[in-house]
T-cell receptor
Framework: DTEVTQTPKHLVMGMTNKKSLKCEQH?????MYWYKQKAKKPPELMFV???????INESVPSRFSPECPNSSLLNLHLHALQPEDSALYLC??????????????FGPGTRLTVT | GQQVMQIPQYQHVQEGEDFTTYCNSS?????IQWYKQRPGGHPVFLIQ?????EVKKQKRLTFQFGEAKKNSSLHITATQTTDVGTYFC???????????FGKGTLLTVNP
């Protein structure tokens, strides 16, 4: 199974809402990533978990809170977002030994709209 | 910080024509990866190049890594409508941990 799944596919939320994005992989990968992608732009790295520990936070605002409950799951908790946070949120996974040295498998993404 | 420039930003071709996209890094890279993202889709890994001067082929796609490991190219021979999408290069710097993505080249193919 070389699939990364993400739920929900679409999410519309108000600026005062709290919501969570979920990501799951069963490839035994020990590195998992959250990216944000705006239209016509490349993916922008937000967080990296390696062996279930947060290893990289690319100075992301605290209204985004990642969580890695186990080696197969990755969550992104959202609170008090701004309209400019509307984007496609992509989860990815890879082998964990050296970040960036292995191909990343991307999920289909959650398209988030903040109203 | 590390920058990866990718050109062209857009390329429109007639089906059957060739296509090339180029990436240039401001620093030497440990490796470079290529991804394809179809319209409305997510990035899909195509290939990774690691060695200086490396050339790899996948059917009609040819990938090259420069001798100085600072540039790379993707060439598609005889494009088909199924080649439509945005092609991203992503480089890993020698001293850092994350892939730096180029801005991508959007390829459209006229049948």
């Amino acid at each position: 199974d070389t699939e990364v799944t993400q739920t929900p596919k679409h999410l519309v939320m108000g600026m005062t809402n709290k919501k969570s994005l979920k990501c799951e992989q069963h490839m035994g990968h020990r590195a998992m990533y959250w990216y944000k992608q705006k239209a016509k732009k490349p993916p922008e790295l937000m967080f990296v978990y390696s062996y279930e520990k947060l290893s990289i936070n690319e100075s992301v605002p605290s209204r985004f809170s990642p969580e890695c409950p186990n080696s197969s799951l990755l969550n992104l908790h959202l609170h008090a977002l701004q309209p400019e946070d509307s984007a496609l949120y992509l989860c990815a996974s890879s082998q964990g030994q050296r970040l960036g040295s292995y191909e990343q498998y991307f999920g289909p993404g959650t398209r988030l709209t903040v109203t | 910080g590390q920058q990866v420039m990718q050109i062209p930003q857009y390329q429109h071709v007639q089906e059957g024509e060739d296509f090339t996209t180029y990436c240039n890094s401001s620093t030497t890279l440990s490796n470079i990866q290529w991804y394809k993202q179809r319209p409305g889709g997510h990035p899909v890994f195509l290939i990774q190049l690691v060695k200086s001067g490396e050339v790899k082929k996948q059917k009609r796609l040819t990938f090259q890594f420069g001798e100085a490991k600072k540039n790379s190219s993707l060439h598609i021979t005889a494009t088909q409508t199924t080649d439509v999408g945005t092609y991203f290069c992503a480089g890993l710097g020698s001293s850092n941990y994350k892939l730096t993505f180029g801005k991508g080249t959007l390829l459209t193919v006229n049948p």
